[in-house]
Every structure is written in structure tokens, then in C-alpha cells.
T-cell receptor, first 112, second 113 residues
């Protein structure tokens, strides 16, 4: 019940296209859902996060869509650029426990 | 100030040696986390401090792992009698009291030979 399942494992998108990464969770007590971007040799960097009281949050080219009833959330990267090539992780946590529960990651490659 | 820093960035240890990994959190951040990240996988929680108090150490894989944060700032993760399965990147993150946003350091890559 603590798991966060992420798909796909890897994704190749043409420059200018839309990249979509999906995550699903079981624990309805989760109340904070961040996405992290990680480049090789670097630590994860917070990209965007959402709480379950909203269905969508947009920051620049990055959008989180959240479906509370389906217990799913997704990251959309619009106008994908080669510089977006990285590994993306979804995560979840709850108020009583700051421990982040992570998805397995998606390796995104944007082809020029 | 600056972001989270970790040292050393790389550590090679012979099996059975003890190692100490350091984390300098963002100044003023109350919460500090340690995670272990195996190659090609997501980070896994090890332990959590609020100031100097270790509130959760449920993720530490064995009693060979020990973490401390004696003055509520810098933290050290110590691994005794290292084993090959301890080879991983060890990530430190810190966050303020007011939200859940965790900021990560670059990690320490530990290789046990």
C-alpha cells in the first residue's frame, strides 16, 4: 500500500512533442505529490508538486494532472526540448510522515 | 544560502572498512533526510531528523548503519564493516518546517570492493 507505480520505464520523444509520464498510488492518506528531475551524477531536483485538492497545476512547460478517484497523477512536458532529457521520478508522502515514497523512475530522451 | 552539499562525492572502500558520509543542509532547514539510491532505481528512505532528534530510522538496512546530527545542522551517515551490497549513491535532503519540499544534495557514490 506504500508503493508508487510509475510508467513508462523509458520514453523517447521528438523535440517539440509532449512527454507524458504516469504514476499510480494506493494509499489514500498521501497528500503531497512531487515530481523530481535527475540528471546523471546529480541529486534529484524538485520540478513541480501538487496536493489532492486541485486537479491540475501548471508551471511553465510542466503540468501535473491529478485524478483523486483513480489514484493517479501524471506529468506532462509540453514542447519537449533536448535539455529535458533526464530521469524523472514521481513521489508521494503524507502529513504524518515526511518520508517520500518514490516511483521507479522514467528515463526520458528528447530527440533533436 | 547555498544548496545542500555532501562530501565526499565519491568514496571507494574495501569490504569491512568503516565509512563516514557528510551532509551540510541548507542553512535554517529543520528537517534532514538520508536516502539510498541504487543504480537505475528511485531513492529509498533511510532516516529522518528534525533538528538533532532522529525521529525515524526505519529505513536503515542494518545495525551497521548509523546516522547522527548532534547540533541540528550537519549530519553524518556512518556505515560500519561495509559490504558489497552497500554500494550505492547516498543522498541527503533538507526541508524547512513549513512545507514538504525536500532539496537534495549531489549525493555520495560509495563503491565497496
Amino acid at each position: 500500500q506504500q508503493q508508487v507505480k510509475q510508467s513508462p520505464q523509458s520514453l523517447i520523444v521528438q523535440k517539440g512533442g509532449i512527454s507524458i509520464i504516469n504514476c499510480a498510488y494506493e494509499n489514500t492518506a498521501f497528500d503531497y505529490f512531487p515530481w523530481y528531475q535527475q540528471f546523471p551524477g546529480k541529486g534529484p531536483a524538485l520540478l513541480i508538486a501538487i496536493r489532492p485538492d486541485v486537479s491540475e497545476k501548471k508551471e511553465g512547460r510542466f503540468t501535473i494532472s491529478f485524478n483523486k478517484s483513480a489514484k493517479q497523477f501524471s506529468l506532462h512536458i509540453m514542447d519537449s526540448q533536448p535539455g529535458d532529457s533526464a530521469t524523472y521520478f514521481c513521489a508521494a508522502t503524507m502529513d504524518s510522515n515526511y518520508q517520500l515514497i518514490w516511483g521507479a523512475g522514467t528515463k526520458l530522451i528528447i530527440k533533436p | 544560502g547555498a544548496g545542500v552539499s555532501q562530501s565526499p562525492r565519491y568514496k571507494v572502500a574495501k569490504r569491512g572498512q568503516d565509512v563516514a558520509l557528510r551532509c551540510d543542509p541548507i542553512s535554517g532547514h529543520v528537517s534532514l533526510f538520508w536516502y539510498q539510491q541504487a543504480l537505475g532505481q528511485g531513492p529509498e528512505f533511510l532516516t529522518y531528523f528534525q533538528n538533532e532528534a532522529q525521529l525515524d530510522k526505519s529505513g536503515l538496512p542494518s545495525d551497521r548503519f548509523f546516522a547522527e546530527r548532534p547540533e541540528g545542522s550537519v549530519s553524518t551517515l556512518k556505515i560500519q564493516r561495509t559490504q558489497q551490497e552497500d554500494s550505492a549513491v547516498y543522498l541527503c535532503a533538507s526541508s524547512s518546517t513549513f512545507n514538504y519540499e525536500q532539496y537534495f544534495g549531489p549525493g555520495t557514490r560509495l563503491t565497496v570492493t
